[in-house]
């Protein structure tokens, strides 16, 4: 203690410096259920259609990736997934011509109505992969791309006077397109999807089943599964994102059975027994890409649209676009992009050696 300080005054100095306890947060009560004492009706299950009647008025946005090496016909697929042209551009291609080679990234959006319900489809077709020498990095394009639309969408967030509705590029799925070898997955492949499985929800599909017999599909399927479980690669729909058991339930039987999907992919009708039918057609036959004893196009179609859509969306704004804008408000020292050191710009990102595909 200094001197010429009375001790009574450091004492009342030093408890004047000690912060007052703050009161604890009230706690609210849990909602009571009166379910049972209401007196008459009032209309709560409107809710639901209020709800539907106004979606229908502003439509859905869906945005989808195909990624893999050249030759797997991922332009294809996507074209037997929504049963139209979406993967180009030009609304007068013809059926019979062959899908031109995608040499870059390209978005491509196209809207699809059905039963009055409409949807903003953006379909995003990317370059083949894995076909010259040098394949360091191959994912970084890709990867920058979908932070790109994570970037967009956090600064018209951030706007004082944001739009009403933000446009919404962010992709909600990744089908990633894995060579029917038979064999393993290459080291390209794992170390593509490891990158990618941290940004976007990556569906695995097993290209051009047809090319294997059905003891060999089972076992490839068992192998990609087991593998992508030893790199530690998570692809939707991922286990910590159930929601009850309900969601677990179905969703592990999704990941320990149906993953990844084996399909065939085809845009071209044929007739078989009376019926017009998607199919390829080979010496000893057609295949229906629709039949599920021919292939598994059915099951990753209705796992797509029919019962995960939006739930690939929750996971895209609530996990991936989440953790992108927690790290770049974080890096930007809490502030909004453009207002700190970070400024606008993304970090750049060498090009990278991958070779035009498809």
Partial sequence: MSKGFPETRTDAAM???????????AVPMKPVSINSNLLGYIGIDTIIEQMRKKTMKTGFD?????????GLGKSTLVNTLFKSQVSRKAASWNREEKIPKTVEIKAIGHVIEEGGVKMKLTVIDTPGFGDQINNENCWEPIEKYINEQYEKFLKEEVNIARKKRIPDTRVHCCLYFISPTGHSLRPLDLEFMKHLSKVVNIIPVIAKADTMTLEEKTEFKQRVRKELEVNG?????QKEFDED??????????????????V???DKEYQVNGKRLLGRKTPWGIIEVENLNHCEFALLRDFVIRTHLQDLKEVTHNIHYETYRAK???DNGGLPPGEGLLGTVLPPVP????PTAE
Avoid: H
């Avoid at 869906?62 to 050249?70: A, C, L, T």
């Avoid at 058991?245 to 084996?262: G, V, Y």
């Avoid at 090009?351 to 991958?354: E, G, N, R, V």
């Fill in 15 to 25: 408890s004047e410096l000690v912060p007052e306890p703050r009161p604890k947060p």
């Fill in 233 to 237: 690669i998570e692809f939707y729909p």
């Fill in 62 to 70: 869906f945005n989808i990736m195909v990624v893999g090496q050249s």
């Fill in 245 to 262: 058991l309900e969601d677990k339930t179905e969703n592990d039987k999704i990941r320990q059975e149906s993953m990844p999907f084996a």
């Fill in 264 to 266: 065939v992919g085809s």
């Fill in 328 to 330: 770049r408000l974080n």
């Fill in 351 to 354: 090009a990278s050696p991958c």
